[in-house]
Each structure stands twice: as structure tokens, then as C-alpha cells.
């Protein structure tokens, strides 16, 4: 299907930013700044990413969707550039942050909504290929990043990531062309965009649930090494399990798409989170290294299926019309959690010397997660 093929091609470009940390030191050094300055980068293209994702339903209605992927990826590419010949850290920031950051945001609500167009009977596993491309991006691009910074300077670096996000760009704009699919909203005889089939109060239930979810999974995500070796693993045994935590997040999203065709979406969310709560309590209850690599890839698995679950359910509930508009609004349970567990995490670490009460903090986020999604409506499934 080419325009599936689109949004897996726009979402594994997209995703390179999960692999922003393998530029991290290179970009110190050739920019003559400290880690804070350099690390901002990711900060600004995470809030620049979820101003994109607002937008994305206004510029769907305004431009032709083929040109609008393409435009996209051809801005960030350029937004990437201004890294590769900026004399500052400042035009880092523009470029690989704040450009980067709002023309994948885009790309990434544009691709979700041309996924449902592209297999309406497939739904939920559309989704979660999209969003599987942009979470495993990570898998195909560091270690090529890594290979190519052994060899070549991290602004040629840049350069390369910036013509690959262009011609990708260009790639996604041709492959919806030739599909023929919009994304453009259309317009019911009521004067509304899609079908009404949201109820009083349901997004309310939504964006709690995205938010607790993410908060128990980024939560782990973002200390998932150290609380390994917090409780006596070595080094070693904290990178596998964020390389577990990393291949489990993949078959989350996939898994946790294809639920979503099967089963009730309410009950897809309510099990990724009753996952993650069920992993950390063990933690909680077992505070060992072997139980705490097991817990970090669990939450991966958790998450990943709540990455897909959402859009699936915001589709759902509200209709593929609508999709873009509600799922960017709630994508702002992602961008205030993400942040906000990374830092809760460090300050409950150093308040206790230890993930204890970090640990039980996210377990009940996560069963807080459990009950907002059992509150949901029932929703349409589009498979047998």
C-alpha cells in the first residue's frame, strides 16, 4: 500500500530523534559548549514536536495532503542543514530543535491519519506500523550514526541525516500522490468535520489515561539503566535493558495495534497499563537486578501498546475526521508527562537514595491509567 508505505517511511526519518544521543558528545565538541547546552536540543524539538502535532489538523485542512508530507520532510531536512553550517550551538537550536521538531510533529499526526485512510479495516494494526517506525527508527539509525561518526565529522553527519530527511520527504509526497488519498477533513451535512460519536466527558477520561500511562512508563524509560544498577546490576545489565525495554516497545506498538482490531480499545489500554502496573509492583515488592531488567522491558512491551492503543481509540471514538484534531490535543498528556516523570524520577531518587518511592509513585500512575481506561466508551471495531 503506498500510502502506508508513506507513513512508514515519514516515521522512521521522524524517529531519528529517539538517536539524538548519540550525537550528544560529537555536537559538544564541534560547537565548543557544555552538555546542557548541547542536551537542550532534545528538549526544544519535544515541545516543538507536540506544536507540530497541534497544527496538524488546521494544515490538513489548507493543503493537499501529498504536499503537505513533502513539504514536511523537505523543512526538516533544511531545519537539520542549518546544524551542518551554523557557526553556534544557537542555529542547532532552530534547526535539529525547534524546525525539526514542529515539521516532524506534523509529519507524524499527517502519517497517522493517512495510515487509517490507507486500511480503514485495519485500523488499530495501520497505526500501530506507523507508530512502530517511529519508535524503532532508533534500531537502523544508531548504529549507522555511529559508524558514520567514526569516520566523517558530526557536521557532515548532519548534512547526511538532512538530505535523507529530503528525499524521504519527497518519497512520501510521491507514494501519497500516486495512492490518491487525503487526510483532508471532510465536511458531514450537519456542517461537522466526520461523524459525532464522542460523548460529554470522554476526553477528559482520554488525556488522564495518557497522561498517568506515560507518566509510570516514561518514568521507568528515563531511569531504566540506573534503577538496574541501583539495586546491584552492573553497567552491562542496565544497557541490555534498555535494549530489551527498546525491542519490546516495537512489539508493543505492533501488538497493541492489532488488539485494537480485535478486542474493545478500552480493554487494550486498560491491559498495557495493568502491564506496566503489575512489572513495577514486582519491582516494588522484589528489588533485584534480574527482576528490575525484566520490569524495564515489560514497561517497554506496556508502552509501546498504549503508543498505538490511543490513536487507535481517539479514531474510534471520535472518527478517522477527527482523528488529527483530537489526537493533537491529546498528545499534550505526552509533552507535560515526559518531562515532568524524567525529572520526578531524580528528585524522589535523591529525596530517598533509592527508586523506591519513585517505583511506587509510577505504579499507581499506571493503575490510575487502568481505571480512566475502563471508564471509556465502547468503540467501534473495524475487524471481524
Known amino acids: 500500500m503506498p500510502a502506508l508505505a508513506a507513513a512508514i517511511v515519514t516515521n522512521m526519518l521522524g524517529g531519528i530523534v529517539f538517536s539524538w544521543s548519540v550525537l550528544l558528545a560529537p555536537t559538544e565538541a564541534a560547537f565548543a559548549v557544555d552538555r546542557a547546552s548541547a542536551s537542550a536540543v532534545f528538549s526544544i524539538s519535544s515541545v516543538s514536536f507536540a506544536i507540530g502535532m497541534l497544527s ?28 551542518a553550517v551554523g557557526p553556534s550551538i544557537h542555529f542547532v537550536w532552530l534547526g535539529s530543535g525547534a524546525i525539526f521538531g514542529v515539521t516532524t510533529g506534523i509529519g507524524y499526526g499527517l502519517s497517522m491519519q493517512v495510515a487509517g485512510r490507507a486500511w480503514p479495516e485495519r485500523l488499530g494494526l495501520a497505526s500501530g506500523l506507523s507508530v512502530a517506525a517511529f519508535g524503532g527508527s532508533p534500531v537502523i539509525a544508531a ?46 451535512a450537519s456542517g461537522q468535520s466526520g461523524p459525532v460519536r464522542a460523548r460529554r466527558g470522554v476526553f477528559p477520561l482520554l488525556w488522564g489515561g495518557y497522561f498517568f500511562g506515560n507518566l509510570a512508563c516514561m518514568l521507568t524509560v528515563s531511569h531504566g539503566a540506573t534503577m538496574v544498577v541501583s539495586v546491584g546490576g552492573a553497567l552491562t545489565a542496565g544497557t541490555l535493558a534498555m535494549m530489551i525495554a527498546g525491542g519490546s ?27 506496566a502496573a503489575l512489572a513495577l509492583g514486582a519491582f516494588r515488592l522484589w528489588p533485584e537486578a534480574w527482576v528490575a531488567i525484566a520490569m524495564v522491558g515489560t514497561v517497554g512491551l506496556a508502552y509501546g501498546m498504549l503508543t498505538a492503543g490511543y490513536p487507535s481509540t481517539v479514531a474510534r471514538i471520535f472518527g478517522i475526521e477527527n482523528a488529527a484534531k483530537v489526537y493533537g490535543r491529546l498528545f499534550t498528556a505526552t509533552g507535560t508527562a515526559s518531562p515532568l516523570a524524567a525529572w520526578a524520577g531524580g528528585r524522589l531518587y535523591d529525596a530517598q537514595g533509592d527508586y523506591s518511592l519513585a517505583v511506587a509513585c509510577a505504579t499507581g500512575a499506571a493503575a490510575l491509567c487502568v481505571g480512566l481506561s475502563l471508564m471509556l466508551p465502547a468503540a467501534e471495531r473495524s475487524g471481524p
Open 56 to 83: 496538524v489538523a488546521r494544515l490538513l485542512g489548507r493543503f493537499p495532503t501529498a504536499s503537505l508530507s513533502a513539504v514536511a520532510g523537505i523543512a526538516a531536512g533544511m531545519g537539520i542543514a542549518l546544524s
Open 143 to 188: 548504529p549507522l550514526l555511529t559508524l558514520a561518526l567514526e569516520a566523517l565529522p558530526v557536521r557532515t553527519v548532519y548534512g547526511l541525516i538532512a538530505l535523507a530527511l529530503v528525499l524521504g520527504g519527497i518519497a512520501s509526497g510521491l507514494l501519497l500522490r500516486h495512492a490518491g488519498i487525503s487526510a483532508r477533513p471532510r465536511a458531514t
Open 249 to 275: 516497545n516495537i512489539t508493543g506498538r505492533l501488538l497493541g495495534g492489532w488488539l485494537s482490531d480485535v478486542a474493545p480499545v478500552r480493554l487494550v489500554l486498560a491491559a498495557g497499563a495493568a502491564l
